[in-house]
């Protein structure tokens, strides 16, 4: 007898539809969980309304960041057992160990992203009820600690995303910073370097309402950038050595704030580009190349940035209050969040159970 379970399934733009599917049976290097949360990615909103680039093939179950519990392990799965709880993330190590793999960088890998990712590929994702891992041995899976709740442990593709950042750039104990944009990147981004022990820390934002929660993430200046007749001589009041900020982290992924960052960094400082930005951005290098300020990119995280992640909340190092503003149902997700202005939500989550 085929057991069956619930998963909602993007057919095309603007068609997405709950339907019943075979809950999956495990092969060999493969595992099945049983979906506790999936967050609501924004790439998946894209390719709802439409953008649906040519890695995606539909009829495909969406959902890549997913946390859950083992409930069935394949032959040769020898590190996870029925009732872990895990983490499911993006490809790790390919199979063909290209160079990036070879260097321990499997968030830069040649082969695997996109096109191996569940829930963004050819492979179904965590919009369901249950979750076939189809390989285990290169796949970002992390055991979820006991003391942590799986409804924070599901913003790991978010947060990990900033500890990744963080860990990339010349941060150092003591130095002064700028986040642009606090949405939950940018929040996550505070966070880490508050614990890092950064001096002052100052957010640009544009949305006077997230003024209180830039400060319970540890904000120690809100700057709206659209009320400053000059946003470099703001930030070198605020530092107060006649200089910008050490570190720049650009976390809004739009190009107005690419822009005011170069404006916030101190000659020779670091500029760290976290967010995706993807349409032209006009540049004039004669106006910031004599003071020399280097620009560092940032893309996802690594198995690492994860494993760092779940023992800082383990330890409660970090936290991350206010940022599920909704967990919805399968319905919800379909027939209401998708659609609508998601405009005061920072990230929402779906609960195959409601």
Known sequence: MVCLMRALVLHGARDIRIEERPVPVPGPNQLVVKINYSGVCGSDIEFYVGHIPPFLRTPVILGHENAGTVTAVGEGVANFNVGDRLICGPPDFCVEQCPSCKEGRTNICLEAFPGRTAGFSYLDGGYAEYMLINDVAHTTLVKVPDNVDLKDAVLFDVICVAVHAVRLSRFRLGDNVVISGAGSVGLSVIQFLKAAGANKIIVLDVNEANRDIIKQYGGDYFVNPSRCESLSEEIKSIVGTGVGADVVFECAGVPVSHLNCIECVK????????????????????????????????????????????????????SFPGMVTGIFSMEDVASKYMDTDRKGHIKGLLDPSL
């Not at 951005?281 to 760092?308: C, H, M, N, W």
């Open 267 to 318: 000659p020779g400082g670091q500029v760290v580009c976290v967010g995706s930005i993807n349409v032209p951005i006009e540049l004039v290098s004669g106006v910031f190349s004599t003071r020399e300020p280097d620009f560092q990119y940032s893309f996802a995280y690594t198995r690492k940035d994860v494993s760092i992640f779940m023992d800082m909340l383990a330890a409660e190092k970090v």
